[in-house]
């Protein structure tokens, strides 16, 4: 399980029974709260020692000497102040955290001297502590050894003459916190026990944070013509769902901006069947509706003042003799026809539905998808970055730039006439799939032929909402992806 972290902020802290951790640019004498945990001053002679000069995220890790209240001491290297940026502070809040082992008690000095540390840094240590200490282990009925047994509660202050703005900005900390761990943990849940069904109750349960949050059925959707949708869903015994979620924090007469994710719980390849190896991973295919879902929690709990729709298209599909055949031909909910070449390229159908109607019922002022929809994007931008499509310059800048506060970090890629043509089927409007070149382009114009003139942007995150690089804030394989991105996003340009 997680470890659980009680974090408060104060302006002093008792040291007892706790280990200290002393926050240090680099290029300065001592850290914050030497006074108070090395009174003796041996710091300095064990950094010079271990070789210690406070470079960014280096630690130095010493037994507290007997005139210190501490039982540890770990100093934690922030580089030079002068270069640090907003997301180092919730990478100093993760390496903190790496270090704490068997502490039940925790005091860490933020105010390093050369640094303004202010409300904001503080929480941001917070934040990392609290993105850090998600661990998905629920299923683990064994503990290999004492040492993973994390305490199940550690007491941290986090010592700070910016407590009272580090305290109100921790409100938001955590409902981000909250919302990222929430589609880290769907992203990692079996298959089994995360279906299209158990997957929309987790979206009913938004309801408590003050979402609407509407579940259509086969029947609804069936009466929508969601024809591109429902053709994946048949292969499946498990019946599909649409959640519609609405948070409406704005003004009553603001459009709202819309999210809209790819949940497809268990991506088999259908009758295009998908080689074995491997295969289990794609338990991860609904990362989009899990990034939605969990931004969806994030803007409710922080009562963000926007109108904001979620809606996420959530079905499984699988081999079947009902299952849809390369071939097939299907009616969109829009009207337009698709022939199926490869039930592999699955996502695109569900999106399809789920963009248009989307657009069709709340004329949204844009729409953003995110789906972890091709492996070809990987190819092009291995687990680092997400691709990033758009038909709008001014949305796909300011994404990139959320990308790079966040560093959950965007490429944008190209959209055109030429690689629209590619798409178009000798039996239907448009074929579902069109080979290995231009794979995640094509994949992106053909969600562009449901978006009408919304400016809209397509967040192709097969590379990034699953096994990606484990990070000083990231230990899960399921790495919620996307909503601290568009939590950004939506801060910096979209609340009243
Ligand atoms: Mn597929
Ligand atoms: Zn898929």
Known sequence: MSAKFNISFAKSAALEDAIAVLLQAAGEDAPAGTQQADPGGVIPKAAKIAGFSAKSMSVLDVLAPHNSDADRIVVLGLGK???????????????????????????????APGVDVDGEAASG??????????????????????????????????????HDAAEKAFKTAQAVADGVNLARELVNLPPNV??????????????????????????????????????????????????????????????????????????TGGISLKPGAGMED??????????????????????????VVGVIGLVENMPDGNAQRPGDIVTSMSGQTIEIINTDAEGRLVLADALWYTNDRFKPKFMINLATLTGAVTVALGNLQAGL???????????????????????????????????????????????????SITAAQFLKRFVGDTPWAHLDIAGTAMGSPLTEINQSWGSGYGVRLLNELVRAHYED
């Open 81 to 111: 102040a002068g270069k640090l940026t907003a997301h180092d502070w919730l990478r100093a809040g993760g390496v903190a955290a790496a270090n704490f082992k068997k502490a039940s008690k925790v005091v860490i000095y933020a105010d």
């Open 125 to 162: 240590i917070a934040l990392g502590l609290l993105l850090r200490a998600y661990s998905f282990d629920a299923y683990k009925t064994k503990k290999k050894s004492d040492d993973e047994k994390t305490p199940k509660t550690v007491e941290i202050t986090i010592v700070t003459t910016a």
């Open 194 to 267: 995360l279906g299209p069904e158990e997957f929309a109750d987790k979206a009913v349960e938004l309801q408590k944070l003050g979402v609407e949050v509407e579940i259509l059925g086969e029947k609804e959707m069936k009466k929508l013509g969601m024809g591109a949708l429902l053709g994946v869903a048949q292969g499946s015994v498990r019946p599909p769902r649409l959640a519609v979620m609405q948070w409406k924090g704005g003004s009553k007469k603001d459009e709202p901006i819309a999210f809209v994710g790819k949940g497809v719980v268990f991506d």
């Open 282 to 307: 794609m338990k991860g295919d609904m990362g989009g509706a899990a990034a939605v879902t969990g931004l969806m929690h994030v803007l409710a709990a922080r009562k963000a003042k926007v109108n």
């Open 389 to 439: 499509f758009s038909n709008d310059d001014e949305l796909s800048a300011r994404l990139s730039t959320a990308g790079d506060v966040t560093e959950e970090k965007l490429w944008r890629l190209p959209l055109g006439k030429d690689y629209d043509k590619i798409i178009d089927s000798k039996f239907a409007d448009m074929k579902n799939s069109a080979g290995r070149l231009a794979g």
